[in-house]
């Protein structure tokens, strides 16, 4: 799907998302909060969505929110007014950034590589704008390790893919591996559906075309 399928998608999607906003916190927001209350100074949240992260995000952090969704920008800038947070949204490509290099002290995303037409181009991005001090923290969702529920995303790949623009069967690591960021930590959870990586910006050697 090309980003305008996508944008059309969210659009769609956007009224229903902001309505289940309470699910998705049942059912992720403790993964949340481990991942990104260690977050710190500048954070950039790459793919923010209605800003569902901006609640476990450690307060004193200045909040960069980026997507290519209007509709989901503006639930994302109601949540900072509703959280009482300092922050900005814009709407922006993630794999192209408009930002400097070494802009942010943490750059952040959850369930979004998934989504991304070019996802190793994306993350590359993120580990270019990265300071190479800081962190990368990503909250993605893949092919799970039980067999019964991985042959059930096999036969939904497709029409779920035509539908949302998401990978079902995703293999969030390899996907991080091949995009040159250094992996740190990494936790699965929920039968292998969900991965929680830590990431340093770039394994020491930056791609040619971030330098």
């Not at 991304?116 to 993605?140: H, Q, T």
């Amino acid at each position: 799907m090309t980003l305008e399928d996508i944008q059309a998608a969210y659009a769609r999607y956007a009224p229903w998302v902001d309505r289940l906003g309470w699910l998705d916190h049942l059912f992720t927001g403790r993964y949340r909060r481990r991942q990104f209350a260690r977050a710190d100074g500048r954070v950039l949240d790459v793919a923010c969505g209605p800003g569902t992260n901006v609640r476990y995000l450690p307060a004193g952090t200045e909040i960069v929110g980026i997507d290519i969704s209007d509709p989901l920008l503006e639930q994302a800038r109601a949540a900072l007014d509703t959280l009482e947070r300092e922050g900005t949204v814009a709407r922006m490509d993630a794999q192209a950034l408009e930002f400097e290099d070494d802009s942010f002290e943490t750059v952040i995303s959850s369930f979004s590589t998934c989504t991304f037409p070019d996802p190793v181009a994306a993350l590359r991005e993120m580990g270019r704008v990265c300071r190479p001090d800081g962190e990368i923290l990503l909250l993605e969702h893949g092919r799970s390790d039980n067999p019964l529920i991985a042959r059930y995303q096999e036969w939904r790949a497709d029409a779920h893919y035509e539908k949302s623009g998401c990978r079902l069967t995703q293999e969030p690591l390899e996907v991080v591996r091949r995009a040159g960021l250094s992996v740190t930590e990494v936790e699965t959870a929920q039968f292998g559906r969900l991965t929680r990586l830590v990431c340093d910006p770039f394994d020491g050697n930056r791609p040619e075309g971030d330098r």
